[in-house]
């Protein structure tokens, strides 16, 4: 079984079960089906009526799965897990399950540091897994046909590059602060190390997947063109444990458009990647969907259109731009994160100004009339200029629009909160206090309140405190995710669902201060507890950036050909 | 450009009933891309298939008798009854397409002044208790529905508004004798329920007055089907 741990409408869309759902689909000898978390009133009932949740599609309860997979993308999850598993009638602790229960496992970005969850996940499979899936398969059957116990599968799937079993680990802790790690387990890994599809090509892209019958978030064709980023901006987790950048070939991809569309419907495409202007041939993808009404195939006199998820400011070109217009207009996003170029180049984000007003004039040249902005606040050195900056670049694009007659034109801004991420050079850094981000906050409404086309959003606080404490957390943090699962804590990635004070209780009952992992600076000598992963790159490349951060020096751009710098190449 | 309006009839069905009209209409815009028709769009902004919906079915109610008129570009290369075919194997389950023909403006305008009404049916089935036995739910129902024809107005409460339903009841009646089950019984009732210049009511509004004595003190489940569109 295969769970997002959201609801079906958050859930579904989510590119990685389905690549993991249609590869388990075909394999012979597997059912697979999905689970998603219940809405209240369903799980209130289900409670009640003493039924332990089931799948999607066959509505078998889960207890009666061998395994169960979740995908955690996101820490604010984590909480999620527990509620799931509740619902289910699986002991929430790993240590408490006994032979028949299902082995709970695990993959997904948030993987990265599976720490805070290490006392509820069975194994986790930390990095691309359409290599893992046939080994887990594989391993599964044949410990069912050998007749091994829960223990000695759990042992087998340890065997699997990219495979962490936590309770072949004991951190050692002195206070709240890691000072090592022992092994529990002969044989078992000092560290385990991040699986990587090394050839995109020849990993499998879903063609098949289920099309929802009511609105879910994403609903379009997803196509994955590029794995990883090529650029360095060292606030960027995904930048980082996704190296090295794998693009899909242009032949591959047109392959998957034609065959999504066939088999799905859908003919809205959005082109998955961390930065999909840099793929090589993203002009020809384009063109090839504009392109595919006038093939002369049965299908053809359908509308195609494109969208791209995040367009990079320094190499989106007008010519693009204009591409992507002549199909339905989706909205145009562009992250250039800070304000000044010396934040800029603190956090390596390699644009300027001048980039963003070219490409928001050739965007509104174009019939753009919404562009989306994201910044973030709260980054190292991050002073009252460089958010003043951030207003001033926003009011210069007003301008632009104002200068070419763009009545219409309005502006979204996000700003993000900046979370210090695990494998990022930046995770030694602080996270500013909750305070001095109010303020900041405060500082860029009165800046921009003069623009009514201009709508800020401002993410919570409270929100990015907790992610923030989860991305960095140790394994004592397991407790908390205990006390704040038994207070009621769930759906915290929602607004309107987070229960602040629950947690800060959970917190407390656990006797950890949440600021241990939030606003106090990591020594670069200390031991971290993300550390028993390996990304490939090398904690010295990190601590290397994190100075040249300071020092505002930029890094280059990755080119596996001739550079070996961060030791995953 | 020459088009060819199709109206294809179709039955809603099962747990799809749960779906949103406005669902539907999504479904029915992703399954064209499957159907790989040559389709009219619209010439909106944001343009879609042009096809125009019966009036939306309400939420949890299924149907035997919904309708869409789906414009396509000429010349259709498959027959009527092959686009039909091709539809069924498009869509999800719950749907079934069991009749599609070609029509025209004039005659969708025609059909849709002439439509006076839609008959539904509804399906309860009741689990009785010690306090109360088949012979008194039957009972109660039934004196529900006997009563309709003598009440001047029924007034139903929605989203706190007020609203007569008696006119919009044009027939309302048991179908079948109502039968004794293991522990429970069965009861089919059916009634038109007038449409009327694009208004009409929602059949669950008749059915709350028709269980209003009961409602609370015995367990049930329903089924409420469009049988029929009157026209």
Not at chain 2, 130 to 158: N, Q
């Amino acid at each position: 079984m295969l769970s997002f741990p959201d609801t079906y409408d958050i859930g579904m869309s989510n590119h990685a079960m389905k690549i993991i759902y249609e590869m388990l689909d075909t394999a012979p000898g597997v059912i697979v089906d999905r689970a998603y978390i219940p809405g209240d009133d369903y799980a209130r009932l289900s409670k009640e009526l003493s039924c332990p949740l089931t799948s999607l599609n066959y509505r078998l309860p889960a207890l009666e799965f061998d395994v169960i997979g979740f995908t955690l993308e996101y820490e604010l999850n984590f909480s999620n897990v527990l509620y799931f598993l509740d619902l289910a009638c699986i002991p929430l602790l790993s240590a408490d399950r006994r032979e028949g229960h299902p082995i709970i496992i695990s993959g997904g970005s948030a993987c990265v540091n599976p720490e805070p969850m290490a006392d509820f996940i069975d194994v986790f499979f930390i990095g691309d897994g359409e290599p893992m899936v046939p080994e887990i398969v594989a391993a599964v059957k044949n410990s069912r046909e050998k007749g091994l116990s829960r223990a000695e599968t759990i042992a087998e799937l340890s065997r699997i590059e990219g495979a962490y079993v936590p309770a072949f680990y004991e951190p050692v802790f002195d206070g709240f602060s890691q000072t090592g790690v022992n092994i529990k387990k002969a044989g078992a890994p000092v560290k385990a190390t991040m699986r990587e599809a090394k050839d995109l090509d020849a990993c499998f892209h879903p063609t098949h997947f289920p099309v929802p019958n009511f609105e879910t978030i994403f609903n379009r064709g997803m196509v994955e063109i590029a794995r990883g980023c090529k650029h360095a901006c060292r606030f960027c987790q995904a930048g980082f444990i996704y190296r090295p950048y794998r693009e899909r070939s242009l032949g591959v991809i047109k392959n998957i458009i034609r065959e999504v569309f066939l088999n799905t419907g859908y003919s809205e495409f959005t082109l998955s990647s961390l930065s999909a202007t840099d793929h090589a041939n993203l002009r020809e993808i384009i063109d090839y969907v504009a392109g595919l009404n006038k093939s002369g195939e049965e299908f053809s006199e359908t509308l195609f259109s494109v969208s791209l998820p995040s367009q990079r400011i320094s190499t989106f070109s007008v010519e693009l731009a204009r591409a992507l217009s002549t199909n339905r207009k989706s909205g145009l996003t562009f992250a250039p994160e800070a304000g000044s170029q010396l934040m800029r180049d603190r956090i390596n984000k390699n644009v300027t100004g001048e980039d963003l007003f070219a490409t928001a004039g050739a965007a509104i040249d174009a019939g753009y009339r919404l562009i989306k902005l994201y910044f973030m606040i709260g980054l190292p050195y991050e002073t009252d200029d460089d958010l003043r900056e951030m207003a001033s670049l926003v009011s210069k694009v007003m301008d632009i629009a104002r200068e070419k007659r763009a009545k219409t034109f309005a502006i979204n801004v996000t700003f993000s909160t900046f979370i210090p991420k695990p494998h990022t050079p930046f995770q030694w850094a602080a996270q500013t206090g909750e305070d001095e981000i109010k303020r900041r906050q405060s500082l860029l409404k009165e800046e921009l309140k003069r623009f009514r086309s201009v709508t800020m959003k401002f993410t919570n606080y409270r929100v990015s405190a907790l992610e923030s404490a989860f991305a960095r957390g140790s394994r004592l943090l397991g407790k908390v995710l205990l006390a704040a699962h038994k207070l009621g804590c769930r759906f915290d990635a929602w607004d309107d669902k987070l229960k602040s004070g629950l947690w800060e209780r959970a917190f407390s009952e656990s006797g950890i201060d949440m600021k241990n992992y939030i606003s106090r600076p990591f020594s670069t000598d200390e031991i971290l507890p993300w550390q028993i992963v390996d990304t490939g790159v090398a904690t010295a490349y990190l601590k290397t950036e994190y100075l040249k951060a300071a020092s505002a020096e930029l890094t280059e751009k990755c080119d596996p050909a001739r550079c070996k710098r961060c030791g995953v190449c | 450009m020459e088009e060819i309006i199709l109206q294809v009839w179709y039955k809603k069905k099962g747990i799809i009933k749960y779906t949103s009209h406005r669902d539907l209409i999504n479904t029915f815009y992703i399954a064209m891309g499957r159907l790989a028709l040559p389709v009219v769009y619209t010439e909106g902004f944001s343009k879609k298939p042009k096809i125009a919906f019966a009036p939306p079915l309400p939420l949890g109610v299924a149907s035997n008798c919904e309708f869409a008129n789906i414009h396509f570009k000429k010349p259709l290369k498959l027959t009527i009854d092959e686009i039909r075919e091709k539809l069924n194997r498009s869509f999800p389950d719950g749907y079934e397409f069991y009749e599609a023909k070609e029509t025209t403006g004039a005659e969708i305008r025609e059909m849709m002044a002439k439509i006076y009404g839609v008959k539904y049916s509804y399906k309860l089935e009741f689990e009785t208790t010690a306090e109360i036995d088949a012979g008194r739910i039957t009972s109660a129902v039934l004196s529900r529905v006997a009563s309709i024809s003598s009440e001047k107005e029924i007034i139903v409460s929605h989203n706190e508004k007020n609203k007569d339903i008696r006119p919009y009841i044009l027939e309302c009646g048991v179908s079948g004798k109502p039968s004794e089950t293991n522990g429970g019984c069965e009861i089919e009732l059916s009634a038109v329920i007038a449409f009327k210049d694009m208004s009409t009511i929602r059949p669950q509004f008749l059915f709350d007055y028709l269980l209003a004595d009961i409602r609370g003190k015995v367990l049930f489940t329903y089924d409420i089907i469009k049988e029929k569109i009157l026209y």
